[in-house]
C-alpha cells in the first residue's frame, strides 16, 4: 500500500495568509489519482480537489492543488476566517489500495 | 438528491462480530463505487474498503484484510461491511461513502452521517 505524508502537522497562520500544505507518497500515485479533503469539527469530510488539481464545483478559487508523482501541494491563497479545519490528501484508484494522509490541522494563530 | 444512512453499528467485545449496512437512495446505485472508511475518536480518516459497481473488484485495508468483507446488493440499493474478530482498535465512527463519478473514482463526494462502532470488553 501507498503511504502518505502530510506536513506540517499544524499550521498556525493569520486571516489573508497563504497556506501551503504538503503530501508526499511512498511510491508514484498512479494518474495523479489524488484528492483533498476539508474536515471541521463534527462534521464529515468535504471533497475539495480531485485529480491533484480540478477543484470541486462551488469551492472557491483561493483552493488550488498541484503536484504530481509523489509530491501533492495544496495552497489556499488568503485564507478565509471559515478555513481553519484538518485537511487530508487521498490517494484512490479504480484496482489498487487507498490511502488517506494523517492530516494538517490549519489553525488561527 | 444523495442520501447515505448507515446502520448496525455498536457495543460489541473483543473477538465478536458486528455487520454494518448503508442504505442509498437518490442516485443510480449500482453505478458506483462505494467506500467505508473509519474515523477513531480524535483521529484521521482511515479507509477500510472500497467496491465497485458489480461488487467484482473489492480492495481492503492491510489493518482490516481478512477480518472484513465488504458486500453490495444493488437490487436493495445497499453496502454491507461484515466485521469479525474485531479489536480494539477498530473502534471508530464507520462512514458510507459514494465516490463522485459515475463509473469510476474521483474522489469521495457524499459522506453518510456515520454510524459508531465501540470494542470493549
Known amino acids: 500500500e501507498i503511504v502518505l505524508t502530510q506536513s506540517p502537522a499544524t499550521l498556525s497562520l493569520s486571516p489573508g495568509d497563504r497556506a501551503t500544505l504538503s503530501c508526499r507518497a511512498s511510491q508514484s500515485v498512479l494518474s495523479n489519482f489524488l484528492a483533498w479533503y476539508q474536515q471541521k469539527p463534527g462534521q464529515t469530510p468535504r471533497l475539495l480537489i480531485y485529480g491533484a488539481s480540478t477543484r470541486v464545483a462551488g469551492i472557491p478559487d483561493r483552493f488550488s492543488g498541484s503536484g504530481s508523482g509523489t509530491d501533492f501541494t495544496l495552497t489556499i491563497g488568503r485564507v478565509e476566517p471559515e478555513d481553519f479545519a484538518v485537511y487530508y490528501c487521498h490517494q484512490y484508484g479504480s484496482a489498487s489500495p487507498w490511502a488517506f494522509g494523517q492530516g494538517t490541522k490549519v489553525e488561527i494563530k | 438528491q444523495v442520501h447515505l444512512v448507515e446502520s448496525g453499528g455498536g457495543l460489541v467485545k473483543p473477538g465478536g462480530s458486528l455487520r454494518l449496512s448503508c442504505a442509498a437512495s437518490?442516485?443510480?446505485?449500482?453505478?458506483?463505487?462505494m467506500t467505508w472508511i473509519r474515523q477513531a475518536p480524535g483521529k484521521g480518516l482511515e479507509w477500510v474498503s472500497y467496491?465497485?459497481?458489480?461488487?467484482?473488484?473489492?480492495f481492503h485495508a492491510d489493518s482490516v484484510e481478512g477480518r472484513f468483507s465488504i458486500s453490495r446488493d444493488n437490487g436493495k440499493n445497499s453496502l454491507y461491511l461484515q466485521m469479525d474478530n474485531l479489536r480494539p482498535e477498530d473502534t471508530a465512527i464507520y462512514y458510507c461513502v459514494r465516490d463522485q463519478a459515475r463509473l469510476g473514482v474521483a474522489g469521495l463526494a457524499h459522506w453518510g452521517q456515520g454510524t459508531r462502532v465501540t470494542v470493549s470488553s
Open positions: 437518490g442516485f443510480a446505485f449500482r453505478d458506483y463505487y
Open positions: 467496491i465497485g459497481g458489480n461488487g467484482v473488484t473489492r
